[in-house]
């Protein structure tokens, strides 16, 4: 019988009745990404560019959360070509991008992600995870239809071409990074402060006004729910290994005796 492959970002996207919400996993750990996966959140996003994974530790995540209700995204770490085939054929249905910064970068993405004519994706179906090995009905003239594409504005130059960005046929969603978006600005490590908030906002007018959705990353949970109010139709809002570090440095100052700590 015919395999069915999971509905995409963009479908998850198109159907919801208000912003989803999700998380990053950064661990590497497939064990880690399943306890994530069941925790209620619309979508996790797999780090590649930030964080100790690679193709093996991708698969392994990407294996562990499929049996869970919620929208796997994998964010590789650049816009190679060869990569992007490599996370496309190991089954990843949904893609972020970094930095990008140019409808022309935008447009060179997209081709990487599709198979020719209309890209440049190279053809393995038969020996990759993403056409189930040959077993999913006309994956190769479908392809489209089984991948969404999300590409990262986090530059002060990608602000200013948002909208052009989101206008290119083939992105299904942008996707705002305050963190490099606030270096670009000579504010580092300053995501919050005033100037790189309204840069956010006009990358959110920019990205809405041709019609694409908008996602942001936003740990403050009051910013989180401003970005929510401004139009973000998804924000990321944690991450496991932020978490953990939390979670840890809690639990030593109420239980670990002060002296023991310094």
Not at 27 to 46: K, R
Not at 85 to 112: F, W
Not at 190 to 202: K, L, S, Y
Not at 244 to 250: F, I, N
Request: net charge negative.
């Amino acid at each position: 019988m015919p395999l069915r492959l999971t509905p995409t970002f963009r479908d998850a996207l198109a159907t919801a009745d208000g912003p989803l919400v999700g998380m990053w996993v950064c661990s590497g750990s497939p064990l880690v990404a399943e306890i994530c996966a069941g925790a209620g959140l619309d979508l996790l996003l797999i780090d590649m560019e930030h964080s100790p994974n690679g193709l093996e530790s991708v698969l392994a995540q990407l294996q562990a959360v499929a049996a869970y209700p919620v929208t796997p995204v994998v964010r590789v770490p650049s816009a190679d070509p060869v990569t992007i085939k490599q996370v496309l054929d190991l089954g990843a249905q949904n893609l972020v991008v970094p930095m990008v910064s140019s409808a022309d970068a935008a447009r060179a993405v997209v081709e990487a992600v599709r198979y020719p004519p209309r890209g440049r994706r190279g053809v393995g179906s038969a020996l990759a995870r993403s056409a189930r090995w040959n077993r999913v009905d006309g994956y190769l003239e479908d392809a489209d239809a089984h991948v969404s594409l999300v590409v990262q504005v986090e530059t002060a130059e990608g602000v200013a071409a948002a909208e052009a960005i989101a206008a290119v046929d083939g992105v299904d969603g942008v996707f705002v990074g305050p963190a490099d978006l606030a270096a670009s600005m000579g504010l580092l490590g300053r995501q919050t402060h005033p100037d790189v908030v309204a840069a956010v906002h006009r990358a959110f007018d920019g990205v809405r006004a041709a019609g694409t959705p908008v996602g942001v990353n936003a740990f403050d949970p009051a910013l989180a729910r401003s970005y929510v109010d401004a139009g973000a139709s998804f924000v990321l809002v944690g991450a496991d290994v932020t978490l953990l570090a939390r979670g840890s440095e809690e639990l030593a100052r109420r239980l670990v005796p002060p002296d023991e700590l310094s």
